[in-house]
């Protein structure tokens, strides 16, 4: 989703967010630097294919995904990271990794890292790799309506 999709659907829903511009970067660990965030305050959206479908885990981007984990949490049999060819015709507004946490919008289960919830703010990649979106935690979940296990681990 461009950015003008996404703030039209926060401002139809009446949610405060700020946009944040920062030079372009590919990692979260780059984001973060670059838009002067700590990176346990960024949220980074990962495609994984859980039991043979699509589905994004948002968790800390100075954190990783501990498999085992998620796996226990979903009762799933196989979790894998989905590679770019498998996801890149999902998210044809976005550039390619930049996917904002926002599966609703693409039929997708979000499942989100205990360890976001516990901030009052979420950051997040707005659909390309220079632009985030800064927003309260709180009204992310009310939008989105995230599964919310711990599956992660700082890195």
Not at 61 to 69: K, M, Q
Not at 103 to 130: P, R, W
Request: hydrophobic share 40%; aromatic share 10%.
């Amino acid at each position: 989703m461009p950015l003008n999709n996404l703030t039209s659907y926060l401002d139809k829903n009446n949610v405060k967010y700020l946009i944040i511009k920062h030079s372009p970067a590919y990692t979260a660990h780059e984001t973060a630097e670059s838009a002067n965030i700590l990176g346990k305050e960024l949220a980074k959206t990962v495609i994984l294919i859980i039991d043979g479908k699509m589905a994004m885990a948002v968790l800390p981007g100075s954190y990783h995904i501990d498999f085992r984990l998620l796996g226990e949490a979903l009762g799933a049999t196989r979790i894998s990271l989905a590679t770019e060819d498998d996801f890149i015709n999902l998210f044809p507004d976005c550039e390619t990794g930049a996917m904002p946490p926002f599966g609703n919008f693409y039929d997708m289960d979000v499942y989100v890292a205990k360890s976001l919830t516990e901030d009052k703010e979420i950051f997040f990649n707005a659909g390309s790799h220079s632009e985030l979106i800064k927003m309260a935690y709180e009204d992310f979940q009310k939008l989105v309506k995230p599964k919310i296990f711990k599956f992660s681990e700082i890195n």
